[in-house]
């Protein structure tokens, strides 16, 4: 299977910073990718994706970067707020499969 | 929005028991995923369908089984449940260009 994994288990950042959570994936192939917010005991949410003949992609105080050379994914949530706290994971598609990290746990300080 | 509802949030059974759990959506997706999602091992593909009646295994679909009969209504079933069944289940459908969209999950313990 493809390997996607992330670098970190755990994230504490102060509300008010910024947060960066990465991504690591495997097949180049992979054309699209995918991050997800998941809170405790709820299903993984939509945030942002990216396809792959992009390299960066802005939402709401979100923003993903893809470097394709490394494959590399990540994830930048400006002005972390406690609402923010939950499980981030990526996901990549290749040939109509998708594929998924395990998950960086992220804690907002108040 | 996309909606994906998962009727059973929270279930327990016995070892043996046959379960069923329903997703549905409402719209006229063709694409439906069965998930369960360990700690550690992130989301595992269970079954999918990509059309009424058809379906194909993902990577663990031993103890499961799935039923397509309508469009909008995509249910896994577990023969006889066991205790390493118990896991939390996640319904997705995907929408091509627009990527894959989860339900709230419905979380089984088997005791």
């Known amino acids: 299977g493809e390997s996607v994994g992330l670098h970190l288990p755990t994230l504490s950042v102060q509300e008010g910073d910024n947060s960066i959570i990465n991504c690591a994936y495997s097949n180049s192939a992979s054309d699209y990718f995918i991050w997800y917010k998941q809170e405790s005991g709820k299903g993984p949410q939509f945030i942002i994706d990216i396809r792959s003949n992009m390299d960066k992609r802005q939402g709401q105080r979100v923003t993903v970067l893809l470097n394709k050379t490394v494959k590399h994914l990540s994830l930048q949530i400006a002005a972390t707020q406690p609402g923010d706290s939950a499980v981030y994971f990526c996901?990549?598609?290749?040939?109509?499969?998708?594929?998924f990290g395990t998950g960086t746990s992220l804690t907002v300080i108040p | 929005d996309v909606k994906v509802t998962q009727s059973s949030r929270y279930l327990v059974k016995r070892t043996g028991e046959k379960v069923f759990l329903e997703c549905v959506q409402d719209m006229d997706h063709e694409n439906m995923f069965w998930y369960r999602q360990d700690p550690g091992l992130g989301l595992r593909l269970i079954y999918f369908?990509?059309?009424?009646?058809?379906?194909e295994k993902g990577d663990i679909p031993e103890g499961y089984s799935v039923s397509r009969e309508k469009k909008e209504r995509f249910s896994l079933i577990l023969e006889s449940a066991s205790t390493n069944q118990t896991s939390m289940y996640l319904c997705a459908i995907s929408i091509p260009g627009q990527g894959l969209f989860f339900g709230e999950g419905s979380r089984l313990t088997v005791l």
């Open positions: 996901a990549e598609n290749a040939a109509y499969q998708f594929y």
């Open positions: 369908s990509y059309d009424v009646k058809m379906k």
